[in-house]
């Protein structure tokens, strides 16, 4: 696949696919993780020349946080110490003007690509290469680099569209998301545990599935809703407050799934041993065995208890490869954020290598200062999705552009064939 190394772009158009998908509170954005992970390639094609037109989306129509991407302008252009302007156009005439007036060195971001409707749905590569997004900027640019790794299991024009009509690049932050995740997913070495948490049950079983069944994880541990999800198969009662949230939820429809992967994988799968509730203001932690379970008929459960982070703590320390998603509760109530952080935090301090991937256990990292962590991905969907072992559109659409450009190119454009396996220093 092409890299960065690969190309001179003096003087050339680039269309830069970030994911800048970021949370917001109040109607503002409240974490540059995703910017920061993104700078090293803008300033790489920024101080070679490029004219680098930006396009990202942020949330999906009628949510809160579906906003326009002036913040995200504002935010890159504090980042970089230069004026990245924001367009308020994604395709129509306005855009391709300020897209034609750039000059080498500088860069502009489009609007929220997502208010162009067909970047909402997902269609085959054949088809978001006839859409009018593809068709009306793909004369103004010379190349494609993809850097929204977050978003490389989703097929939309913007992430696949122009893979056979321009030559699509990896950007910095992609190939490093790729090269860790390969190197968690094919190593020998063991034990491999996978942490699932979080709300995205149906997406971790899938990879709970996909990697005890091929060999890949020896241990799995759960959180989150995933948590409830297997703590329900294996037939404990979590409380009618608990089962209505769920099947409310959708979730129910999960346990025989679950149920069955139990029955094939057992014991590789743990569950928690006790749950934290809120309880008249308080932080109150039931063991599920004890007789306060009651408290889960009145009381939602927000985190995973103190027993339970010890014990996977125990695995944690022992382990050669972690792979963890999602939170292990409601980790933005900071008296919740306990079963995260311990895990988080044993997860850095364990000698393996590591990978942590999701939106929401990025936040939680960044807020509590948590270091050690081998490799912290900007991708949650995207990263269930690999190690599902499901393929991404977003590297089939990198390996079809490679296949069509990779002798049609010379000249000024593309560098010495030397340099192709020539990776980020």
């Known amino acids: ?8 772009y003096r003087d050339r158009t680039v269309f830069l696919r970030l994911d800048l998908n970021s949370p917001v509170k109040n109607g503002k954005i409240i974490s540059d993780a995703r910017f920061r992970a993104a700078l090293p390639t803008i300033i790489y094609l920024l101080e070679h020349g490029a004219k680098v037109v930006i396009g990202t989306h942020q949330s999906k129509p009628y949510k809160e946080d579906y906003i326009t991407t002036e913040q995200h302008a504002e935010i890159l252009s504090r980042l970089l110490g230069q004026e990245i302007e924001y367009v308020e156009d994604v395709f129509g005439k306005y855009g391709r003007e300020r897209i034609g007036a750039l000059k080498p060195g500088e860069a502009i971001i489009l609007e929220n690509l997502r208010f162009s409707a067909e970047e909402v749905k997902y269609k085959p590569l054949e088809e978001c290469e006839k859409t009018f997004f593809v068709r ?3 004369p103004l640019i010379d190349y494609v680099v993809n850097d929204a790794f977050a978003a490389a299991h989703r097929s939309q024009p913007s992430l696949v569209g122009f893979a056979r009509l321009k030559p699509m690049i990896m950007g910095f932050l992609m190939e490093r998301e790729v090269r860790a995740l390969t190197k968690a997913y094919n190593t020998g070495e063991r034990p491999r545990v996978y942490v699932l948490g979080g709300a995205k049950v149906d997406d971790s079983l899938r990879v709970a599935e996909n990697v005890l069944r091929n060999g890949r994880a020896d241990l799995i541990l759960t959180g989150g809703l995933v948590g409830h999800v297997f703590t329900l198969a294996k037939g404990f009662h979590l409380g009618d407050a608990n089962i209505e949230f769920m099947e409310r ?4 429809e999960f346990i025989d799934w679950a149920e069955e992967i139990l029955n094939e994988f057992y014991p590789n799968v743990r569950t928690p041993v006790d749950f934290a509730v ?3 203001g308080t932080r109150v932690e039931v063991d599920l065995l004890s007789e306060e379970k009651w408290l889960f008929d009145n009381h939602l459960i927000l985190d995973i208890g103190s027993r339970t982070v010890e014990k996977y703590r125990e695995v944690l320390m022992k382990a050669k490869i972690i792979v963890a998603n999602g939170p292990m509760g409601v980790f933005e109530r900071e008296e919740f954020a306990l079963g995260t952080v311990g ?6 301090e364990s000698p ?6 999701g939106g929401h256990s990025i936040a939680s990292i960044y807020q509590h200062g948590i270091t050690g962590i081998s490799h912290v991905s900007t991708g949650g969907g995207a990263m269930l999705s690999f190690f599902a072992g499901e393929k991404l559109p977003v590297l089939e659409a990198f390996r079809i552009s490679y296949e069509r450009f990779r002798n049609k190119l010379g000249g000024k454009t593309w560098k010495n064939r030397e340099n192709w396996n020539r990776s980020p220093k």
Request: a positive charge; charged letters at 25%.
């Open 1 to 8: 696949m092409f890299k960065l190394g690969d190309f001179d």
């Open 136 to 138: 009306k900027l793909s």
């Open 249 to 252: 939820k959708g979730l129910l």
């Open 278 to 280: 809120d309880y008249r």
């Open 343 to 348: 895990v988080f935090r044993a997860i850095g």
């Open 352 to 357: 393996a290598f590591s990978i942590v991937g």
